[in-house]
C-alpha cells in the first residue's frame, strides 16, 4: 500500500495543526504532496514554524490561520481562506480540540459549552462550510476521535461525551455527504501525555501502558500515518468508519 499516493497538489486543512498530533498530520500530508492550511488558537509560533518549514521545502504550500473554534462564521471565514489561497480543497482534518477533567459535583455550564462548541460544534461546522469544495474534488473529512469516546474515562464525562458525539457525527456526515465525500475518524489510543493541568504523574502513565497488548505508547505519525491513508485512493471505498490506532488498547 502506497499511503501518499494521491497527495500531490491536493490541498488540506488541519484544525489545531501547529503543535503535537496536529503538526504531525500536517507534516506528513505536506510530505505527501499537499499544501496545508494550518490552523492554530494560541500557539502562533509553532504553526508559523511549521509554516515556514513548509513553504522553505516547497514555496506557497503552507498558509497559517488563526481561530477560535466552534462558531459558524470562524468556519466559513477559514475553508474561504484555503480557497482564496488555492482556489481548490481537498480534505479537511479536525484535530484540534479541548481536553480537561470535569469531576462530578465541579460540571458547570461553561465548561459543557466549551468542550461541546471545540470538539463537536467546530467540526460540524467546518464540515457544513467545507462540503461544497470538497464534493468537487470528492474529497474527504478526516475527524480525530478517541478511544474514550466508547467507554469513559473516570472524571471526563464531559470530554468522552463530545467525543461520543463526534463519533457518531462522523457516522452521520459519512451518510449526508455519500457518494461524493467519504467521512471518517482515527481514535488514537495512549499517543502524547496531555501538558499543563491534566498531566499524569509517573505513576499513572505505568499504569495506562500496562493496559496496552503492544506494551508502548504509539508515535504522533501513526495517527498521521492513519490519516493521510483514510485520504488517499486505497481507501476510496471506506467511508463512515473510526479506526482505532491504539496498540490494541480497545481489545
Ligand atoms: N494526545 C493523545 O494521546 C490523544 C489521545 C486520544 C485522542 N487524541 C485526540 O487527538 C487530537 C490531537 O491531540 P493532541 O493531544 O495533539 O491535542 P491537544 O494538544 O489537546 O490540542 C490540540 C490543539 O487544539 C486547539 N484547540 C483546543 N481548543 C480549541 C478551540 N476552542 N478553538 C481552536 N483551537 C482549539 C489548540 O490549539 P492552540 O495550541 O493553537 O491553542 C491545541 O493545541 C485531539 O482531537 C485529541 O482529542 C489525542
Known amino acids: 500500500m502506497n499511503c501518499s499516493e494521491g497527495g500531490e497538489g491536493r490541498v488540506a486543512i488541519v484544525t489545531g495543526g501547529g503543535v503535537r498530533i496536529g503538526a504531525a498530520i500536517v507534516a506528513r500530508l505536506h510530505a505527501d504532496g499537499y499544501r496545508v492550511l494550518i490552523h ?8 508559523q514554524a511549521l509554516a515556514d518549514q ?23 471565514t477559514m475553508v474561504k481562506a484555503a480557497l482564496d489561497q488555492w482556489q481548490r480543497l481537498d480534505l479537511l482534518v479536525n484535530s484540534a480540540s479541548g481536553f480537561y477533567p470535569t469531576p462530578i459535583g465541579d460540571i458547570s455550564e ?29 474529497g474527504s473529512i478526516v475527524n480525530i476521535v478517541d478511544i474514550y469516546s466508547e467507554s469513559p474515562l473516570k472524571d471526563h464525562i464531559v470530554y468522552c461525551s463530545t467525543k461520543a458525539a463526534l463519533r457518531l457525527l462522523t457516522k452521520s456526515l459519512a451518510l449526508e455527504f455519500a457518494p461524493s465525500v467519504n467521512v471518517n475518524g482515527v481514535s488514537p489510543g495512549a499517543i502524547l501525555w496531555p501538558e499543563g493541568a491534566s498531566s499524569l504523574s509517573d505513576e499513572k502513565q505505568q499504569e495506562l501502558l500496562a493496559k496496552i497488548p503492544l506494551a508502548r505508547k504509539g508515535e504522533t505519525t501513526d495517527i498521521a500515518g492513519m490519516v493521510a491513508f483514510l485520504a488517499s485512493p486505497a481507501a476510496g471505498y471506506v467511508t463512515g468508519q473510526i479506526i482505532p490506532v491504539d496498540g490494541g488498547r480497545s481489545l
Do not use: H, M
Open 40 to 47: 492554530y488558537r494560541k500557539s502562533l509560533k509553532q504553526a
Open 54 to 76: 513548509c513553504n522553505a521545502a516547497r514555496a506557497g504550500s503552507a498558509i497559517t490561520f488563526a481561530a477560535e473554534l466552534g462558531r459558524i462564521e470562524a468556519a466559513e
Open 110 to 138: 461553561d465548561t459543557v459549552a466549551q468542550l461541546f462548541s471545540s470538539n463537536f460544534s467546530a467540526p460540524l461546522f467546518l464540515s457544513q462550510a467545507a462540503w461544497p469544495a470538497l464534493r468537487e474534488q470528492s
